[in-house]
């Protein structure tokens, strides 16, 4: 069933909600994940769980959240920021990410803010729409 | 021996449902400091029952292979005081378990009455973390006495 790009929206807030206990008026579009909602990395499995139930998805590991296992590869990482190597690649891996900003300087220390409402939206509309 | 805060299950039923009795004692001395003259079970006290109602059907739905952490207390309301006398009725249901984690809705009732509703997230620690290894000391299930208790209720199983 094709949904609009408002009810995926609603839906994800809901979830992000939920799963960080945080108010509506806090869940933005631009909010980041870390930041802005305070979440840790056990509530991105949580997050994951509660999409996947919230919109009868799948969400295959490291699809949504997949920046963890390029870190410890040092063809991706020099000092503390992501080579054009890693940047490429963590592009082709997270397609749902607007990278503008952080490939002005992509410090690791800023990979948290890529983690956006929006970004969660972007992908489960892709999800939901491709199947 | 790991600390035990659960007394029994009554009802067992495998990657489904557990449900466990506690009995609250003022025999326990935690009680006498909270607080004197009007004794109660702390949340905390109350969360770590249905951790462990919880944590041993997730162990047990993976044959016990799995280091099985708490991870999230997602939601923790509770409606009643559990004081001393009564007897708590802790049931815990699997909503969702993965090779990675597990998620679970549990009820506490007594005195025939919802008194707390607690959801938890459990982590199976070896597959989270990008790999990172963990002893096999401290956790619950890799403890020889703990499986050497529970096959000695199986042995008197009739």
Redesign the interface.
Known sequence: MAMTRDQINEKVKETLM??LGVDDDEVTDDATLMGDLGAE???F??IV?RLE?AFGIKIP?EELFPA??LL?DSAYVDHGKLTGAGLERLKSQMPHVDFTEFEKDPDLNKMPDLFRVNSIVTYIENKVNAA | MRWIWIDKFVEFESGKRAVAIKNVSLAEEYLHDHYPGYPFMPASLLIEAMAQTAGILVGQARGFQEKVILAKVSRAQFYDLARPGDQLILEARLETITPEAAIICGTIRCREKLIGQISLMFSHIDKNLAGQEFPQENFVFNNEQFINLLRSYEAEKP
């Open positions: 939920d799963a990395s056990i509530d499995l949580d769980f139930k590991r963890e296992n410890n």
